[in-house]
């Protein structure tokens, strides 16, 4: 197998796997029809966080022992059997639960290794491309499955329905992951063993004190940012009279197109400033939805600059994790990296769907704009440092 195909091949295994992550975006809708509101997608969702922050944790662990690629398979068939039983639910109870948990640990592994697997094959220069189509692959995937859900719903079918094809998309990415085992350990960059991943406290501790804690920290803020834009978007829509899928396809289009342009980038030459103008994006973006009303116009402008500055953003703030890592802990970083992510996605819905039933969706938007203001900050502190640095150093 080329390398070419090989890479092929991996990114669709991604993108058919990363439906399952734009399907939680349709959990209130899901819910609604049995009589559950948005607090129970929260406590739902927690429960996932809790399982994804253990799936990640001993991701490495399991990698070691069984493989990344075959660990990715696994992690298929865990999110399809965790999509199929949120389908089936009628209620809240055990099968809701397991549906939840089962998500944790499939997403979280599917999450976690495939920036990992990355490193393997590729140069360090050539990070930040191929990590952002890793991104567009991801963004594809879970951009594009809740319009699908809407356009199976407007063709008289049921949210469910999407939940069973989704499932048996990631059955066949399962299988795609595991046939790309040999052609990836052939076609690896790096010569000899792979260092081992599993993630010790005394790595996360030297994660936390390497230059690489900040994209850790900022990537939880963006990652809360974007959930509560995102999980609960079917709420704001239906609040507004607006129709959820025109959101997801604006931005799912805008991020794709601007990270395939991104492949050609290499973050410019102090990537930090980068990334704080994309975010100063970013937060503009949720101020926009915050006082646009039902205006249409206005509501996909909030999700184009809404995908220029978080969807943009994001691949050149993993490429830093990876760049401003210790080598020697280079697959620990990406997943205490993965960890941070996930805690501000599947943790934040919980503060979200409390705040929507308790205080309404306008004081999440303002949380969620204060939060994209931190970020854009602790961006631009970093550039600002890294340039005051570049210049105070003596020339030879």
Request: neutral net charge.
């Amino acid at each position: 197998m080329s390398r070419p195909i090989l890479f092929t091949i991996f990114y669709i295994a991604v993108f058919l796997q990363a439906g399952v992550y734009g399907l939680t975006f349709m959990l209130p809708r899901l819910f609604e029809g049995f009589g559950a509101n948005e607090k129970v997608v929260g406590v739902m969702l927690f429960i996932t966080t809790i399982i994804t922050l253990i799936a990640v944790y001993f991701a490495g662990h399991l990698s070691d022992k069984i493989g990344r690629m075959r660990t990715l398979s696994l992690a298929g068939l865990m999110i399809a059997a965790s999509l199929a039983s949120f389908g089936a639910a009628t209620g809240v109870g055990f099968l809701l639960v397991f549906a939840s948990a089962a998500l944790g640990a499939g997403w979280g592994l599917t999450y976690a290794l495939p920036p990992i697997v990355l490193t393997r094959l590729i140069d360090p220069s050539e990070r930040v491309r191929f990590f952002a189509m890793l991104t567009i692959a991801v963004m594809a995937g879970f951009g594009l499955s809740p319009v699908m859900a809407s356009m199976m719903e407007n063709a008289g079918l049921t949210v469910n329905d999407a939940f069973f094809v989704t499932a048996g998309l990631c059955l066949v990415s399962a299988g795609l992951f595991f046939a790309l085992t040999g052609p990836v350990r052939r076609h690896s960059e790096a010569k000899g063993p792979e260092a081992r991943s599993s993630l010790t406290l005394s790595s996360v501790v030297a994660i936390l004190r390497s230059p690489a804690r900040l994209p850790v920290i900022m990537v939880c803020l963006g990652a809360a940012v974007f959930a509560g834009m995102n999980n609960f978007q079917t709420v704001f829509a239906d609040e507004r009279g607006l129709d959820y899928a025109d959101f997801f396809l604006a931005y799912t289009i805008t991020v794709i197109l601007f990270r395939v342009l991104l492949a050609r980038f290499k973050g410019g030459t102090n990537p930090y400033m980068t990334i704080a103008l994309l975010q100063y994006v970013m937060l503009g973006s949720v101020v926009l939805f915050l006082l646009s009303g039902g205006n249409l116009s206005l509501y996909l402008l909030t999700a184009i600059l809404f995908g220029i500055g978080y969807g943009v953003s994001y691949p050149i703030l993993a490429a830093m994790a990876a760049n401003d890592a210790d080598p020697d802990i280079l697959p620990q970083t990406l997943q205490v990296f993965a960890l941070t992510y996930f805690i501000g996605i599947f943790g934040f819905p919980l503060v979200a769907g409390w705040m929507i039933v308790e205080m309404g969706s306008a004081a999440l938007l303002i949380l969620a704009a204060a939060m994209a203001g931190v970020e854009a900050t602790m961006a631009l502190v970093r550039a600002i440092s890294v340039r005051t640095t570049a210049t105070c150093e003596p020339t030879t």
